[in-house]
């Protein structure tokens, strides 16, 4: 917003010591490393997913009746299915998935 340029309005970018940036900005941590080959552009990706909400100063948001920092309710919870960079998704999603192996996990 030219408005408000220059004038040290918003919060600097949290960085994390034990995880990794890429050039965009992605800040990923690898919790365990896959096998084999990581996806390309046009391959089927499928992946189980958890999410949180996660507030202005880097804490997760606690929800009335839920536990602090607990996933987005699961009771219905199926696999994300998508062709990478066909589909309509995140683009920090499909960043994160170019990288990682199958088997992986990460946050």
């Known amino acids: ?3 408000i ?4 309005y918003g919060k600097p970018r949290t960085k994390y010591p034990d995880f990794s940036q890429t050039p965009s ?8 490393e896959g ?3 990581s996806p ?8 189980d997913w958890e999410g949180y ?3 202005y100063y880097g804490r997760p948001f606690e929800a009335k009746g839920k536990t602090k920092g607990g996933a987005f309710d699961s009771a219905d919870k ?3 299915r998508f062709v990478l960079g066909k589909t309509p ?3 920090a999603l499909e960043e994160a998935l170019q990288t990682m192996k199958p088997g992986g996990i990460r946050q």
């Not at 340029?5 to 040290?8: H, I, L, M």
């Not at 800040?27 to 365990?32: A, W």
């Not at 390309?40 to 992946?47: E, L, Q, S, W, Y």
């Open 78 to 80: 199926e696999y994300l």
């Open 53 to 55: 909400t996660i507030g």
């Open 5 to 8: 340029e220059g004038r040290g």
């Open 25 to 32: 900005g992605l800040q990923y941590k690898d919790v365990r």
């Open 1 to 3: 917003m030219p408005g």
């Open 40 to 47: 390309t552009v046009g391959d089927r990706v499928v992946m």
């Open 35 to 37: 096998k084999g080959n």
């Open 89 to 91: 998704m995140i683009p």
